[in-house]
């Protein structure tokens, strides 16, 4: 049986499998099939998982055929698969991490550009890179300049080339499929130059941007550490076995729906906090005043799934009491007490007592959103304490959001203390939810 065979089947289902269920769907020995296996996974064209990590069906981990490992085609490619030694390659990075430019620079005589997609200072991180790599950087503030084309068109080994940020570039902020972003001006322009293509930027994976999915379709194309170990940590959580306290909060509604209606089950917890939550009691008929407006004011939505999911389902806690700003002043409520004129900063310190309760008794956590204005001085106490659970329970805990994250700064908590944080929510919920994210699938492509 060829190869080709293999990976259509792995394909078609988009699934793990054992070697015998290929065997079955494919009309072939079980014999030939592993033989396949075993080069395609050699290839680094196939994944290989024990099964037991992977599959949850009890019926099809007792097959009598089983061997122990279960095979699914490789979405993507890592920098582990090629070696880069005298080619020239194009680094897009949105700089959160530099180790995939510390490993291309100290493990091959490499030709680097390094494409920065970011919010940080390039100029200030020009004297950064040099400085942790003790290498002197050649920044290019032009990508489209004659004095350009000349420089690329003579990098030499070892030479390390920093483009200005591109994420203000007009054709970059507009999504499309990677077929018309390949003719973009941006890839039109680089692809020429360069042999290689590596995407190291996470944070906008989910957007369909000329730089994210563009070169893919034009250059053999890998992921960068940084992306790796994203994907690897939200591929692992979404193969949990056990439990999970979701904490949701926010302004992303529709977002935070889906990713209750994906993880509904029954071992599963849902805890709502801040503007979230004010939707969710909304939603079950408690007339809020004010705090309406504050509603429609961020766009906040609701659907019928959300109703049904509210109504009918036992492991979703909503707050019972909340803190209002009366003059300044810290004022708690309860849900008898709406409808209310002033509007909400903060959990009430019975439901702060509960979220944190159920947080140190929980196995896994997924953070996403804050229960309250942390900055003001008297509605600190609903994020400080929840904050303050995560860091001291023993369970794994998952933190997403930019605002998390300068609250973490805020009350002096480690993010190391935690098993996955990111800023970048809309990549992280964008995987979770539909399994995949746009730059996944245009390297599909290149498999």
């Avoid at 994976?205 to 940590?233: C, D, M, W």
């Avoid at 961020?298 to 049904?308: A, D, I, P, R, V």
């Amino acid at each position: 049986m060829g190869q080709q065979d293999v990976k259509k089947v792995l394909k078609k289902e988009g699934t793990w499998l054992i070697s015998n269920e290929i065997a079955k769907k494919a009309g072939y020995s079980l014999k030939s099939i592993q033989s396949s296996l075993r080069r395609l996974v050699k290839w680094g064209h196939v994944e290989k998982k024990p099964a037991s990590k992977v599959i949850s069906e009890e019926k099809r981990l007792k097959d009598r055929s089983f061997a122990g490992f279960a095979y699914k085609l490789k979405e993507y490619k890592t920098i582990s698969d090629q070696k880069f030694d005298d080619k020239k390659v194009l680094l897009l990075t949105d700089l959160i991490s530099i180790k995939t430019i510390k490993e291309l620079y100290l493990a091959n005589n490499i030709k680097l550009a390094i494409l920065p997609h970011t919010e940080k200072n390039i100029q200030t991180y020009v004297d950064v890179l040099s400085s942790k790599l003790n290498k002197k950087i050649t920044f290019i503030s032009d990508i489209f300049s004659k004095e350009t084309e000349n420089k690329l068109k003579n990098i030499k080994p070892g030479q390390i080339i920093l483009f200005d940020n591109i994420s203000n570039l007009k054709e970059e902020r507009k999504e499309n499929s990677p077929k018309k972003q390949s003719k973009s001006k941006l890839v039109k322009t680089l692809v020429p130059h360069f042999e290689y293509f590596i995407n190291d930027a996470f944070s906008i994976s989910h957007k369909a941007y000329a730089s994210s999915v563009g070169f893919s379709y034009s250059l053999p194309s890998f992921i960068g550490r940084n992306f790796q170990k994203n994907l690897e940590t939200l591929q692992n959580f979404k193969n949990l076995k056990s439990s999970i306290t979701f904490v949701l909060g926010g302004t992303k509604s529709l977002d935070l729906i889906k990713l209750m209606e994906v993880n509904n089950k029954k071992q599963h917890k849902f805890l709502l906090t801040g503007p979230f939550s004010h939707l969710a009691l909304k939603e079950i008929g408690t007339k809020l005043g004010n705090p309406e407006k504050t509603l429609k004011q961020f766009n906040l939505k609701s659907n019928k799934n959300f109703k049904n999911f509210l109504k009918n389902s036992t492991n979703i806690s909503l707050p019972k009491d909340l803190a209002l700003s009366t003059l300044g002043n810290r004022d708690e409520i309860t849900l008898k007490d709406f409808p209310v004129y002033q509007n909400i900063h903060d959990l009430g310190k019975e439901t702060i007592k509960d979220y944190e309760s159920l947080i140190l008794k929980s196995k896994v956590v997924f953070f996403k959103g804050l229960p309250g204005n942390y900055r003001e001085e008297n509605f600190h106490t609903g994020t400080e304490t929840l904050l303050s659970a995560l860091a001291r329970t023993k369970a794994e805990v998952y933190l997403v959001g930019k605002e998390t994250m300068g609250a973490l700064k805020y009350f002096n908590i480690a993010p190391e203390k935690f098993k996955f944080v990111s800023k970048n929510s809309d990549p992280v919920i964008t995987y979770l939810t539909q399994g995949t994210l746009p730059v996944l699938e245009a390297l599909k492509e290149k498999i």
